[in-house]
Nanobody, 117 residues
Framework: QVQLVESGGGLVQAGGSLRLSCAASGRTFSTNVLGWFRQAPGKEREFVASISWGRASIYYTDSVKGRFTISRDNAKNTVYLQMNSLMFEDTAVYYC??????????WGQGTQVTVSS
């Protein structure tokens, strides 16, 4: 299996920045895509961004384009989410996920991001 551990969450003022990290271990060869999701209280879990291991194909949800940047370090089996110009609406638990053959099969425990206005 694949283990995913997020870090880097915290409390930040609106307009500030955070960088989330997701370290993958275990059978990392079993997945080719890593991504970030978030879930705010009382809301559905939302896709944020994803990146592939090989060619680094990148996707973002519209609400974070121009503010968030996903990247990866293949040697460290780590994916990052640089979050700039944070807004109150970005407050959520952020989850790292790894895609299996048909779905997002592996999930981290989540890290809380709280943006104060």
């Amino acid at each position: 299996q694949v283990q995913l551990v997020e870090s880097g969450g915290g409390l930040v003022q609106a307009g500030g920045s955070l960088r989330l990290s997701c370290a993958a271990s275990g059978r990392t060869f079993s997945t080719n895509v890593l991504g970030w999701f978030r879930q705010a209280p009382g809301k559905e879990r939302e896709f944020v961004a994803s990146i592939s291991w090989g060619r680094a194909s990148i996707y973002y949800t519209d609400s974070v384009k121009g503010r968030f940047t996903i990247s990866r370090d293949n040697a460290k089996n780590t994916v990052y989410l640089q979050m700039n110009s944070l807004m109150f609406e970005d407050t959520a638990v952020y989850y790292c996920a790894a895609k299996g053959v048909s779905s997002w099969a592996y999930w981290g425990q989540g890290t809380q991001v709280t943006v104060s206005s």
